[in-house]
């Protein structure tokens, strides 16, 4: 069954992988969490004039992302973890989720450095080890994108060391995120709006 629960037009305009079940355990386990990825995925556009807004700040892609997810009552999630030994507590750090809802995580990695997928990974590792996450979702740009961002002139904002689907693949396939579901997701050329 797997990648087929997710509509084919979806499968058209995303570049999406999944592991360890991801899309049965979504569908069967968490159908409303899965009715909104899907729709928040139906929604966006990639919006020429969103890849030419200067840096300096979030771009306005992943607030997009977010701000849809925030609509249908997901929102960051900061565990506080700690294991006792000998009666002292230790604290086990972990970073927070940008969006969260009922066990299922989404990291929305639009242009950060690489690094970034190592912690969203090694995070829903420990998360799900420790039952509190069932499905981890990684939502990035595809590779294909820097040719529109070379043609808009922006790309020397989207290096190759920053996170893209090319970049993240390696580290799952590595077991970054040791036994967690995933979805990935990779935005391609078929979400992008050349006249928005």
């Known amino acids: 069954m797997g990648l087929e629960l997710i509509p084919r037009y979806l499968r058209w305009k995303y ?19 899965f009715a909104d990825l899907l729709d928040c995925l139906a929604t966006f556009t990639l919006r020429r004039s ?11 892609i992943p607030i997009a992302i977010d701000g849809f997810l925030l609509q249908r009552d997901w929102g960051p999630k900061d565990f506080q973890i ?26 929305v990695e639009w242009n950060n ?5 190592d912690r969203d990974l090694n995070n829903f590792r420990l998360l799900k080890e420790l039952r509190v996450l069932s499905v981890g979702v990684i939502i990035t740009r595809c ?20 996170t893209h689907w090319d970049k993240l693949l390696p580290k799952v396939n590595g077991g ?5 579901p995933l979805l990935l997701v990779g935005i391609t050329r078929h979400c992008y709006d050349p006249n928005s």
């Open 82 to 107: 700690q294991i006792q030994v000998d009666g002292s507590s230790i604290p086990i750090p972990t970073h927070a989720i940008d969006n969260f809802k009922n066990r299922v995580g989404v990291e």
């Open 176 to 180: 970054g995120a040791g036994c967690c």
């Open 113 to 117: 450095k690489t690094e970034f997928f």
């Open 15 to 33: 570049r999406v992988e999944e592991r360890d079940h991801a899309c049965a355990i979504l569908a069967r386990d968490f159908p409303s969490e």
């Open 143 to 162: 590779t294909e994108l820097q040719q529109i961002f070379d043609q808009l002139g922006k790309g020397r904002s989207y290096g190759a060391s920053t």
């Open 50 to 60: 969103d890849i030419l807004t200067p840096g300096g700040g979030r771009s306005p």
